[in-house]
Structures are given as structure tokens and as C-alpha cells.
């Protein structure tokens, strides 16, 4: 089955923690992308990458971090300094059209 | 800078009734505009883009779009809604340069009464 895996589907992060989230793709895409869903908010670029071993920064980076080790994978860890994490996460990779992962939403406890 | 508009948080529009998507956008130079569609908890999935060419688009589930330049606008339509037609629907505009990176609206959930 082609297409984007995120996972977990469901994670809980505990004050002060740093947790991963994992996404993959089989599309042979070089362009991957990390947004951040809020409610009332659409999406919000965190991190993008355009080819291995490179990536930039979007328009709400503070607190995350990412890689782009292999073309088929990009993980975003959501660090200690993100004040505000709980939310859902979205990762897509493509150029000319988007291609997305089914989510993982992230709650502080 | 790009941005996109989309109007209303909210639309409710009764089964069978015409829905209306409303999106306007701002770019500096030809866009590439879509239309993405997503159901509570899940991933968004391509509805239609226009890139270039015709301007009226047609995408999944009988949804249609078109581009006029001069309003700047990429409204999205259904002649007749269905139930399982009530998501979030998401308007995008794909940004300049080489980043491929699209910019959202703030997206509009459709509610459909039976």
C-alpha cells in the first residue's frame, strides 16, 4: 500500500519530555513537509525538506527539531521547548500536489 | 507575500442544496491553487488543483472549482450536497520560488442537513 505513514496515531507527551513523531513515504517524493493543526487555524508550516540531509525552517519552527537521513523518511521531534504541543500533526510530502499522512495528534498529560 | 481567504468558518447547507466553498488568494505570480477535503481525525486528501490551462476544474465526489484571475478567487462547488459530503475543506495556494510549500486558509467546515 503506497503513500505516507505517520505514526503513532495517538501520542501523550508528559511536561518536559521530547517525543518523536515518524513519518514515511514510499512515493519517491524529494520534498517532504511538517505542519501543525490547531482548531480555526488551518495548517502551519514547522519544518520542510527538499532534499536529503537538507531542510528549513517554516513559519512556526521554535521547539521542533527534524532529519532528513533517507529520501523515505523525515521525523520531527517536538522538544521540551514547545510550550504549546498539544495539537494534531500532519506530514506530506510531493511537489506539485501534496500528498498526506493521516495524522498524529499529540496531547501534553 | 501569498496569503489565502477563505470565507466563513461555517457553512450548513441542507441535502441536495448547492454548496458554496468561497476562497480568494493573493499571489505575485501564477498559482497553483487546491482544494483539499478532511474528515474528523484524518489526513487531508486532494480534492482538484488548477495549475494552468482550463480554468474550471473538476475534482472527486462531483466537486468542481474555478479560477478567475481577475477576482482572485478559486471558489469551490457541488450542485446537489450529500450527507457524506460534511468534512473540513481546505483551500490552498502553493508558494513562490522553488519551496513547493503550500500556504493554507484557515479552512471551512461544511454541515450537511438532512
Known amino acids: 500500500d503506497g503513500g505516507i505513514t505517520q505514526s503513532p496515531k495517538y501520542l501523550f507527551r508528559k511536561e518536559g519530555q521530547n517525543v518523536t513523531l515518524s513519518c514515511e513515504q514510499n512515493l519517491n517524493h524529494d520534498a517532504m513537509y511538517w505542519y501543525r493543526q490547531d482548531p480555526g487555524q488551518g495548517l502551519r508550516l514547522i519544518y520542510y525538506?527538499?532534499?536529503?540531509?537538507?531542510?528549513q525552517k517554516g513559519d512556526i519552527a521554535e521547539g521542533y527539531s527534524v532529519s532528513r537521513e533517507k529520501k523515505e523518511s523525515f521525523p520531527l521531534t517536538v522538544t521540551s521547548a514547545q510550550k504549546n504541543p498539544t495539537a494534531f500533526y500532519l506530514c506530506?510530502?510531493?511537489?506539485?500536489?501534496?500528498?498526506f499522512g493521516q495524522g498524529t495528534r499529540l496531547t501534553v498529560v | 507575500a501569498q496569503s489565502v481567504t477563505q470565507l466563513g468558518s461555517h457553512v450548513s447547507v441542507s441535502e441536495g442544496a448547492l454548496v458554496l466553498l468561497r476562497c480568494n488568494y493573493s499571489?505575485?505570480?501564477?498559482?497553483?491553487l487546491f482544494w483539499y477535503v478532511q474528515y474528523p481525525n484524518q489526513g487531508l486528501q486532494l480534492l482538484l488543483k488548477?495549475?494552468?490551462?482550463?480554468?474550471l476544474v473538476k475534482g472527486i465526489n462531483g466537486f468542481e472549482a474555478e479560477f478567475k484571475k481577475s477576482e482572485t478567487s478559486f471558489h469551490l462547488t457541488k450542485p446537489s450536497a450529500h450527507m457524506s459530503d460534511a468534512a473540513e475543506y481546505f483551500c490552498?495556494?502553493?508558494?513562490?520560488?522553488?519551496?513547493?510549500?503550500?500556504?493554507f486558509g484557515s479552512g471551512t467546515r461544511l454541515l450537511v442537513r438532512p
Open positions: 506530506s510530502a510531493g511537489n506539485t500536489e501534496a500528498f
Open positions: 525538506s527538499q532534499i536529503v540531509n537538507d531542510f
Open positions: 490552498a495556494v502553493r508558494g513562490e520560488g522553488s519551496s513547493y510549500k503550500l500556504i
Open positions: 499571489s505575485s505570480v501564477p498559482p497553483y
Open positions: 488548477y495549475t494552468t490551462g482550463a480554468t
